[in-house]
């Protein structure tokens, strides 16, 4: 057993140990992050130039840490799916989210991201049904946005799970397209509501006639599977005209409008509040 740790041992790379005390860290500041409030959502508007208005807004976490100040989600989701959080935290976002649009007179969808942890858990339908239920929010206004990772890590359990939401008139949008493997394959598997081309294709699209040519053909894939495409990440008035000439006309970005806090979204005029 002596020889075996020692192997083990040597098997780690300086820092490794550290790295594995930083992640643990993390995730009990975490935790502490969730009961005591340092969470928050920020919503990022969605336009459809076909009606020619907001679609929706995508909840986006925050953390803003006492010390640390602003912690970007690309830091601490892949640590609160490690270490088991995101289930705590995932149905923390879909209850705000929910209860928020909840109150918005505007009949827009909001947006909330899935992670595959959430998916596989045997609670999500009933979980989702409760929150619409506390809420009030009609089912269709709800929009789950999901990549294909989710579905890749137990494929016959996921699509059951996916008809059951839609059934439920949840809508299903496959996040970040194109950067998984198995994009096409996903498309055949299931009826998405939406696709969002990932802001890598849209901030390359410029510079490079064949990232272009991709997003043209994934754009004529929608039409023929009718099924919307939207475009992420755009942040240039050119992007933007390029994109829309390619006939694309879903956009998400900064040039529409950053992710703010719920307050902000209602105090620019975009949306009123029921009274
Ligand atoms: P995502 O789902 O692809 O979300 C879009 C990300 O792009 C957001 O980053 C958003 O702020 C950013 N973004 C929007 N427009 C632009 C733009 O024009 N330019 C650039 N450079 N970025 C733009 P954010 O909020 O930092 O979130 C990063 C990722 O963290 C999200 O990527 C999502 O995968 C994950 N995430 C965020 N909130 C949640 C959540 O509540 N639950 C789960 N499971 N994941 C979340
Ligand atoms: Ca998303
Ligand atoms: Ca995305
Ligand atoms: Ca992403």
């Known amino acids: 057993a002596k020889a075996q740790l020692a192997q083990h041992v040597c098997f780690y790379e300086p820092g490794m140990d550290e790295l594995v005390r ?14 005591t409030g340092q969470l928050s959502i920020h919503y990022q508007v969605q336009t459809s130039v076909a009606t020619g208005g907001i679609l929706g807004y995508e909840a986006l976490v925050r953390w803003l840490h006492p010390v640390r100040g602003a ?29 928020a649009a909840a ?4 009949p827009c969808k909001v947006a909330v991201n899935l992670s595959p942890m959430q998916f596989s858990q045997v609670s999500l ?16 206004r709800l929009e789950l946005e999901l990549t294909e990772s989710t579905i890749f890590m137990d494929r016959k359990h ?20 194109g950067t998984g493997y198995s994009s096409l394959d996903i ?30 053909a994934v754009l004529s894939l929608g039409k023929s599977l009718n099924i919307p495409v939207m475009a992420e990440g755009i942040e240039t008035p050119s992007q933007f005209s390029m994109l829309k000439e390619a006939g694309c006309d879903e956009f998400q970005g900064f040039l529409l409008g950053r992710p703010l806090p719920l307050e902000h979204i209602v105090q620019s005029g975009q949306m009123g509040l029921v009274s």
């Open 22 to 35: 930083k992640r643990r860290n993390v995730a009990t500041e975490l935790r502490k992050a969730l009961d």
């Open 103 to 106: 109150t918005w007179d505007s």
């Open 187 to 216: 498309l055949r598997s299931f009826s998405f509501d939406r696709i969002k081309i990932d802001a890598s294709f849209v901030q390359d699209a410029e510079s490079d006639l064949q990232t272009f040519s991709v997003i043209r």
């Open 71 to 99: 912690v970007p989600p690309a830091e601490f989701i892949p640590i609160a799916e490690e270490s088991g959080l995101i289930l705590q935290l995932g149905e923390w976002v879909l209850r705000q989210a929910c209860a």
């Open 125 to 140: 339908l009933a979980l989702l049904k409760a929150v619409l239920e506390e809420t009030g929010l009609a089912p269709t």
């Open 158 to 177: 996921a699509l059951e799970l996916l008809a059951d939401i839609k059934a439920l008139g949840v809508s299903i949008a496959l996040d970040d397209f």
